[in-house]
């Protein structure tokens, strides 16, 4: 059979050449190998499966002269060096940076230098997009201080003003110039010192305006692709960059010419591992912190001890600002909140304490809105929304209507800040204030209500709770002639109580509640049910207040009240609150319409506070009738009806004394009933507000303030209300009887008159004058 050596199938070839006198040579899967390794170099052009035994065999022969001539060249020690070297070249050329990229703005780089503002806004321009206030400003002019002069400043702004942010800016703006070598951040834990520094490493990582004019800073971090491994062997130039990149410390990359080479950066919480802190440069120097930036150093846990309030106190005056070492004057930036009075933050913001601090207190808002009631009006509508629609647009319309009145009189600090759904910075702040205004005081206008408001002179809520006198529900004690009985009106409901009080101010609370009947022990203004709108749904929102106070004095001063003795007595006196704007004419119309209108009187608790000019120095004006801190002024106008003013601050104030008053005592006041579980709610009532003794005019005042935790104070306003309705009715204190009363007459006698002898001075006068006497007084 011919055979064609161009064209030969691979099993022919290795048949043909094991076929000769060598015997075997070739093996056919070798053969295949060679086929699929060298391909078409030893194909046939015919069929590309087959083979060209030329073709191969002249492959052979070069590959049998390239196998000659390389064979034994490198032994193995030789290929081992010649692979480490390679490898070596490779992780060089892998760890220097190479060459940093231009600066692409140097006019904006020099003019942020020294001018820390400017550097917040070309850098940072999304963080910082409001307009600055003038609060902004000033902090920001103390904090460029601090880093370029030194000094110590601690501030204390709303939340959400950007103190911390502004902190943060700061230590980077001391770090990429070289203004500071070693800052340190210190947090009132360390990982909340972390958290500050992982924010600073984020900026160096992302911030494409500070990548583009400081690559000297940044370049370096960004080669190490968040790589903490590499910062060792980073080279620059072929020189190690020294870089830190670690959770708890960074160290800026040594690069020539450089002003940021070296700069450090060190965590640590406050009662943490503080002293001692040092670094050792490449060039030999050791350094130690030279800027300090603690962002708020206490938690609410240390802010309630003074123990540890006074410990931080201590590790901030010694610990930290000794941290630059001897003759070194370390710099200080204070971010902070007070969290409570007393704490750590207040303490360091008293000037007169700690002068050196130079202590910077801001607020929301500086001055509230002179109209309050509509300020008023506007919580009842937002509330409202909130519970029916879920938003308060129908409280932002209100505020738009009327927002001239609402705002006369307000400074907020800064104009910019309010949310998408608000319309001004002032309406913002009352929000905040209406959703919790213990947190409001804190957190936003760093002015904290104290929270232990005990006072020895208030009795608690068991205290009163318990000072029950035995009697029955609604029974009069037999020595009690006068009944008084108050109103305080709100939205959903009406509360009142009803008091017997004795001359000498001996007094038992007999009734009290709510219209309408909630029927259960506890419950509060917000969650009512039934409501005066639920009872009338029919009316609107006068007529069905008038119908609610139409049906509580029809029942109430209709009625006999049973005393002890079997007497019986009837309410003598009774007010209304009309202080509420939405209110306050149609319970005016009311008393003046009422068939118990010789009894019942509209009223005005006036906050008289320490600067307040007191009521007993009021000039009595011809018509007026005036008491012990209450009044009756003469009338005229839509209004025409007596109405009465008094002191609220007295009137609380002299309720808690009565209550203070040990039972069987003159001046006491009880509650009705035999167990005090029952009298729960009505106490905590009367404990929902503190008092703080405020000295103004020559005088010392309690001025009552609702607590921070409570919502409901209407029946303490009630049974003041009470007190109020008995001095009017003659009620005295036995100590004030003496000042109260005129000093008695003697007794004259007929006799006396028509002998001309003097009167009898050893008889006392009975107030009672004979028919004989008159006579005789006239005549003579």
Known sequence: MPINPSNMRVVDVARLLNSTAFGFVLAQARLYREFNRVGFRIGSSENPRNVNLLKYIAWMFDRKHTLEETSGARSYEDRRNAERDRQAEQSLAGRDIGQLPEVVNPNRKAACERNFQLFCESYFPETYSLEWSPDHLKVIERIETAVLSGGLFALAMPRGSGKSTLAETAAIWSMVYGHREFVTLIGATESAALEMLDSIKTELEVNENLAADFPEVCYPIEQLDGIANRCAGQLFHGERTRITWTSNEIVLPTIKDSRASGIIVRVAGITGRVRGMKYKRADGRSVRPSLVIIDDPQTSESAGSLEQTRKRVRVLAGDILGLAGPGQKISGIMPCTIIRPGDMADIILNRNTHPDWNGERTKMVYKFPKNMKLWEEYADIRSEALRTDGNFEAATEFYRAHRAEMDEGAVVSWEARYNHDEISALQHAMNLKLQDEAAFQSEYQNDPLPEDTQDDGILSVDEIAGKVNGL???KVPIACDKLTMFIDVQKALLFYVVVAWADDFTGAVIDYGAWPDQHRRQFS??????????????AGFEGALYAALDALTKEYLSREWEREDGAVLKIEKALIDANWGQSTDIIYQFCRQNVHAGVLLPSHGRYVGASSKPMTEYRKQPGDRLGLNWMMPNVAGKRAI??????????????????AVPLGDKGSLSLYGRLPGIHQLFAEHLTAEYRVKTQGRGRWVDEWKLKPERSDNHWLDCTAGCAVCASMLGATLPELLST?????????????????????????????????????RKNG
């Open 472 to 474: 029955a529900h609604e």
């Open 642 to 659: 007596r109405h009465v003013i008094y002191d609220s601050n007295y009137w609380k104030s002299f309720i808690h004394a009565r209550l």
């Open 740 to 776: 109260a009363r005129p000093a008695p007459r003697p007794r004259i006698k007929l006799s006396d008159r028509v002998s001309g002898a003097p009167a009898q001075e050893s008889v006392p006068h009975t107030g009672r004058i004979k028919l004989s006497e008159l006579r005789s």
């Open 525 to 538: 203004l917000a969650d009512a049910s039934p409501t005066i709108q639920s009872k009338f749904p029919k």
